[in-house]
T-cell receptor
Framework: DAMVIQNPRYQVTQFGKPVTLSCSQTLNHNVMYWYQQKSSQAPKLLFHYYDKDFNNEADTPDNFQSRRPNTSFCFLDIRSPGLGDAAMYLCATSLDPQHFRYFGPGTRLTVT | AQKITQTQPGMFVQEKEAVTLDCTYD???????LFWYKQPSSGEMIFLIYQGSYDQQNATEGRYSLNFQKARKSANLVISASQLGDSAMYFC????????????FGTGTRLTIIP
């Protein structure tokens, strides 16, 4: 049974056209994370929610936003995607920051 | 500052042989956790094994074991009896309180199992 679900698995968007990626979880975990992973690189944390508290990484571009309307769902909004934003976007959850992260299957974003 | 180092960008191993993937870390926090994840070409990050800094014994999960050498700050992943399905990218990661419990990844090792 899927525990962390990401939709869509593949997303193509145009340069500058806003796009939203979705993540949902059935684990009832308190923390949800968004990572960006570019080709042949390690995942890089963009931000996370601990319950309703939003924690942004210092080097995350303003172009990236996130929303968590409830415990189960978290969204990644890219307001004006550039070619450099093409990457795999991984959602992860954990019970709390000390516990290990469960990752979703990822959404591969292409910007044309 | 925390740091994870994986010095093997790629490895080729014959099927059924054991393989060791290297990982060294750097932290001054006495309480930390070390993780290994597998990432197949599909992209999903699959959790393999966890070692806590206070754990007395090396972690094992099926064919996976973690060779934890605390004094050397080393946490190598050992895969016994490798299978073709083990071909993937492998990431070592660490979280500690000095890093605000963030999970920091190494650069990964691409493992290819040869039939």
């Amino acid at each position: 049974d899927a525990m962390v679900i990401q939709n869509p698995r593949y997303q193509v968007t145009q340069f500058g056209k806003p796009v939203t990626l979705s993540c949902s979880q059935t684990l009832n975990h308190n923390v949800m994370y968004w990572y960006q992973q570019k080709s042949s690189q390690a995942p890089k944390l963009l931000f996370h929610y601990y319950d309703k508290d939003f924690n942004n990484e210092a080097d995350t571009p303003d172009n990236f936003q996130s929303r968590r309307p409830n415990t189960s769902f978290c969204f990644l909004d890219i307001r004006s995607p550039g070619l450099g934003d093409a990457a795999m976007y991984l959602c992860a959850t954990s019970l709390d920051p000390q516990h290990f992260r469960y990752f979703g299957p990822g959404t591969r974003l292409t910007v044309t | 500052a925390q740091k994870i180092t994986q010095t093997q960008p790629g490895m080729f191993v014959q099927e059924k042989e054991a393989v060791t993937l290297d990982c060294t870390y750097d932290t001054s926090d006495p309480s930390y956790g070390l993780f290994w994840y597998k990432q197949p070409s599909s992209g999903e990050m699959i959790f393999l094994i966890y070692q806590g800094s206070y754990d007395q014994q090396n972690a094992t999960e099926g064919r996976y074991s973690l060779n934890f050498q605390k004094a050397r700050k080393s946490a190598n992943l050992v895969i016994s009896a490798s299978q073709l399905g083990d071909s993937a990218m492998y990431f070592c990661a660490m979280r500690d309180s000095f890093g605000n419990e963030k999970l920091t990844f190494g650069t990964g090792t691409r493992l290819t199992i040869i039939p």
